[in-house]
Structures are given as C-alpha cells and as structure tokens.
C-alpha cells in the first residue's frame, strides 16, 4: 500500500518551499489525492481522466485538431 505521506506532500513541515509543475492550494492537491485514492489511479492519471472527459463533453465533435477515434459514437 503506498502512504504518500511526507513524500507526497513534499517538505511542509519543516519550512521547506513545495515544488509543483502546475498551481494549486494544499487543499486542492489533497481533494486530487483523495479523488485518485477513491479511483486507485496516479494523481497524474486522475488529472488526465478529468480532462478528457471535460474535453469530450465541451467538444462532442471534437475540434480542428482533435476529432474523435474511428467509430466512435457522437453524442450531443
């Protein structure tokens, strides 16, 4: 079972500046675990899994550059 724990959460308590490619508050980035958690998935896997379905719903036809896969059933 992996704990994430202090290691996931960077170095907060002992003063040390946390280091992330993208922003978010401390509370986000613990709703994110939980939701991965809740899934079994990465946090990166889960942040990937919301934005493709955000996509698809907002572009049910896909956009210029992004068209959906062979056979896929359109939905409006």
Known sequence: MKS???RSRGREGIG???LRSFTATAREI???E???GYHGFSKS???TSLVRREFWRIFPRGTR???PD???KIAE
Do not use: N, Q
């Open 65 to 67: 550059g992004i068209r």
């Open 70 to 72: 062979p056979g896929a």
């Open 34 to 36: 939980a939701i991965a």
């Open 30 to 32: 613990e709703m994110l």
């Open 16 to 18: 040390r500046k946390v």
């Open 4 to 6: 994430g724990g202090a």
């Open 45 to 47: 896997a889960t942040l």
